[in-house]
């Protein structure tokens, strides 16, 4: 089976031209609880790195400390509940979210993975939120075409177990290609399953593959945190208005270059502060 492969002449133009912060979007980042703030403040930090506008880590008031301390440009919004996230999205431009990287799998965060979805915004699901909707059927039927769910090989499996087991689990890319497809068409939403070889594929099919193999190996990239940076990054696309299937497959491409710019010694932290240089090379 031959596949679109990504590749840089693929990419859309990522460069900001003009217009002012809101021109290019708002992205809420949700977050879980004390100790475990980490990983959304990765995919935050990605966000802005990426360009969107403005960045806001919707925080568990438990967890405001912890998470004031180590935000500047990335702002901070306390949510203690649904209510209080039904309450922010009244401000439309707030037009991406970003759910999943250390939310937690407590009731707040399965209340605001359906707000999130209830919104219709744009949205990467990742992480938590994943294994949220693998366990909530009427989470998973609130899924929309303005979704990308970004499951490694273990939340694919909670999410799709009967395509999963058809797959296996080191399965040939074509087979990986057509279990994508498979859940994309299922959930109605962009499906970006992670991997040495990532496979994006959309609901109406069309699909695209990117394998982090020969000159664009990275195995540095298997380090925690590194999916949540990607999260981010699609995150922070998506607010810029790429739409979602472009937002993951360039989301894709950004980060096996920042991991292959970075080498030997990469942690998820570095990802996002790489990706100016990543972007500069792009734009020449
Ligand atoms: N710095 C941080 O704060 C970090 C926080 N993280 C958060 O930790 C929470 C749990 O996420 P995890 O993914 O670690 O745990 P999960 O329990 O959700 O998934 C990991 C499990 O899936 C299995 N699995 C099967 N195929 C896999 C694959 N290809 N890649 C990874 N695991 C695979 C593993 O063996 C393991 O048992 C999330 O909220 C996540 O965002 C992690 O992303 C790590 C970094
Ligand atoms: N050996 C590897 N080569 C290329 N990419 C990899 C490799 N290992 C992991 N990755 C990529 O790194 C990211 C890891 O994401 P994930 O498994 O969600 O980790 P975490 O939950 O710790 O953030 C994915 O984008 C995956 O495709």
């Not at 990275?218 to 922070?236: H, K, N, Q, R, Y």
Request: charged share 20%.
């Amino acid at each position: 089976m031959t596949m679109p492969t990504i590749t840089r002449e693929d990419l859309p133009d990522l460069g900001k031209r003009s217009g002012h912060k809101f021109d290019h979007g708002h992205v809420l980042v949700l977050s879980g609880g004390p100790g475990r703030t980490g990983a959304a403040r990765l995919a935050a930090r990605a966000a802005l790195r990426v360009g969107a506008g403005l960045v806001t880590l919707g925080v568990s008031p438990s967890a405001q400390l912890e998470v004031s301390m180590q935000v500047t440009a990335v702002m901070l919004h306390r949510l203690k509940d649904a209510g209080d996230l039904i309450a922010l999205l009244e401000d439309k431009r707030l037009n991406a979210l970003c759910a999943g990287p250390g939310l937690g799998l407590d009731h707040r965060a399965a209340d605001l993975v359906r707000t999130v979805l209830d919104s219709g915004r744009a949205c990467v699901l990742d992480a938590d939120a994943l294994t949220l909707i693998a366990r909530d059927p009427a989470l998973r039927e609130r899924l929309h075409d303005s979704c990308v769910l970004t499951p490694h090989g273990g939340e694919f499996a909670r999410l799709f177990p009967d395509i999963a087991a058809a797959c296996g689990d080191d399965p040939a890319i074509g087979t990986k290609v057509t279990a994508t497809r498979d859940a994309a068409a299922r959930v109605g939403a962009v499906v970006l399953f992670k991997g040495v070889d990532t496979v994006i594929a959309s609901p109406d099919g069309d699909c695209a593959v990117h394998s982090a193999r020969g000159d664009r190996s990275a195995p540095w990239l298997a380090t925690a945190g590194a999916g949540d940076v990607l999260a981010g990054i699609i995150g922070g696309l998506l607010a810029r208005g790429f739409k979602p299937s472009d937002a993951a497959r360039a989301a894709t491409w950004l980060h096996v270059s920042c991991a292959i710019n970075f080498g030997p010694g990469l942690i998820a932290e570095d990802l996002p502060d790489v990706l100016p240089a990543v972007l500069r090379d792009l734009a020449s």
